[in-house]
C-alpha cells in the first residue's frame, strides 16, 4: 500500500522557524514534492528532491532521506501569509501521491 | 509553467444530476490528471487522463462514476454521473510538465462543486 504520513496541525510564531515532517512507504519513488495550499486556492510548488540532502530556496528548505522514507520542510522568519496546509507528496513512476497534509498556523 | 483554467468554477447540482468539469492548458503536456479534495482534506488522484485511450482508475473510483475524456494534448474532461451530497468536494485538474531536468506538476483552480 502507499502511506504518506504528516502532522495534521501545527502552530508557530511570526519570525520563528517550524519543521514539517513527512515519512512515507510507497510502492515507488521518483522524488517528493512539496506544496503551498491557501485556504480555497490550488496548491502552488514550493519544492523537489530526488536525491538525498537538503535543497534551499530562500526562507523555504527541503530535506530528503531516501533510506529512511523521510522528508522534512523548514520554513525560517515565519511570516502571517505562511498560515497555509502543506503538502508532502510522492512521485511513484507516473502519478504524485499526496500525503495527509499539515495545517500550519502562524500566530504574531 | 503551465496555465491551467477549469470551468465551472463552482457549481451546485442536484441529487441524481451529473456534472462534466472542463480543463484546458495553455500548452500541450503528455500527462494529465483529475483529483478530489474534500472538505478539510489533501488530495486524492482520481484518475490519469491519457490522449487517445481509456483514463487509468486509482483504486476506489470507476469509469461509470467518473467519465473522462481526453481528446488532445491540451484539453480534458471530468463527468461526476449519478450525483450524491458525498460527491461534494473541490475536483481539480493537474499536469506535469517538464522543467529543466526536472518534472513539476502544477494545478487548476479547482472546481467546488456542492450536491443538495
Known amino acids: 500500500g502507499q502511506n504518506i504520513d504528516q502532522p495534521t496541525e501545527m502552530t508557530a510564531t511570526e519570525g520563528a522557524i517550524v519543521q514539517i515532517n513527512c515519512t512515507y512507504q510507497?510502492?515507488?519513488?521518483?522524488?517528493l514534492f512539496w506544496y503551498q495550499q491557501h485556504a480555497g486556492e490550488a496548491p502552488t510548488f514550493l519544492s523537489y528532491?530526488?536525491?538525498?540532502g537538503l535543497e534551499e530556496k530562500g526562507r523555504f528548505s527541503s530535506f530528503l532521506s531516501r533510506s529512511k522514507g523521510y522528508s522534512y520542510l523548514l520554513l525560517k522568519e515565519l511570516q502571517m501569509k505562511d498560515s497555509a496546509s502543506y503538502l508532502c507528496?510522492?512521485?511513484?513512476?507516473?502519478?504524485?501521491?499526496f500525503g495527509t497534509g499539515t495545517r500550519l498556523q502562524v500566530f504574531p | 509553467s503551465a496555465v491551467i483554467s477549469q470551468k465551472p468554477s463552482r457549481d451546485i447540482c442536484q441529487r441524481g444530476t451529473s456534472l462534466t468539469i472542463q480543463c484546458q492548458v495553455d500548452?500541450?503536456?503528455?500527462?494529465m490528471f483529475w483529483y478530489r479534495q474534500q472538505p478539510g482534506q489533501s488530495l486524492t488522484l482520481i484518475a490519469t487522463?491519457?490522449?487517445?485511450?481509456?483514463?487509468?482508475?486509482e483504486s476506489g473510483f470507476v469509469i461509470d462514476k467518473f467519465p473522462i475524456s481526453r481528446p488532445n494534448l491540451t484539453f480534458s474532461t471530468l463527468t461526476v454521473s449519478n450525483l450524491s451530497p458525498e460527491d461534494s468536494s473541490i475536483y481539480l485538474c493537474?499536469?506535469?510538465?517538464?522543467?529543466?531536468?526536472?518534472?513539476?506538476?502544477?494545478f487548476g483552480p479547482g472546481t467546488r462543486l456542492t450536491v443538495l
Open positions: 487522463a491519457n490522449q487517445g485511450s481509456e483514463a487509468t482508475y
Open positions: 493537474s499536469v506535469e510538465k517538464k522543467t529543466g531536468a526536472d518534472n513539476e506538476q502544477f
Open positions: 510507497t510502492s515507488g519513488f521518483n522524488g
Open positions: 528532491n530526488v536525491l538525498d
Open positions: 500548452s500541450q503536456v503528455t500527462m
Open positions: 507528496a510522492v512521485y511513484n513512476t507516473d502519478k504524485l501521491i
